[in-house]
Nanobody
């Protein structure tokens, strides 16, 4: 069993930055691929980024490439999402998720993840 707790959300002006953290409990965290998703009001949950178990490969949605960076620190059981040059359209609840399946190839769909955090709100003002 893995428990995930996100933090770091908040209100920021367009062009600003935030760093989200996802702290995981459970001894198998280091073998899981991890992902970040987001959900805006009235919209479906969408893929943002993912990282494989080793941290050697990362994947990004086109909408965030070049602005967001995912990383993981296994010593701290934590995954990070550095968000730069934020835009109003980035406003959403951000969720981290753990994929206990293939640690090498994380899924880009919500159904591919087994564990979810409670989410953290990110609001970008124009």
């Amino acid at each position: 069993q893995v428990q995930l707790v996100e933090s770091g959300g908040g209100l920021v002006q367009a062009g600003g930055s935030l760093r989200l953290s996802c702290a995981a409990s459970g001894h198998t965290f280091s073998s899981y691929a991890m992902g970040w998703f987001r959900q805006a009001p009235g919209k479906e949950r969408e893929f943002v980024t993912a990282i494989n178990w080793s941290g050697s490969s990362t994947y990004y949605a086109d909408s965030v490439k070049g602005r967001f960076t995912i990383s993981r620190d296994k010593s701290k059981n934590t995954v990070y999402l550095q968000m730069n040059n934020l835009k109003p359209e980035d406003t959403a609840v951000y969720y981290c998720a753990a994929d206990r399946g293939s640690g090498w190839n994380p899924s880009s769909t919500p159904s591919g993840y087994n564990y979810w955090g409670q989410g953290t709100q990110v609001t970008v003002s124009s």
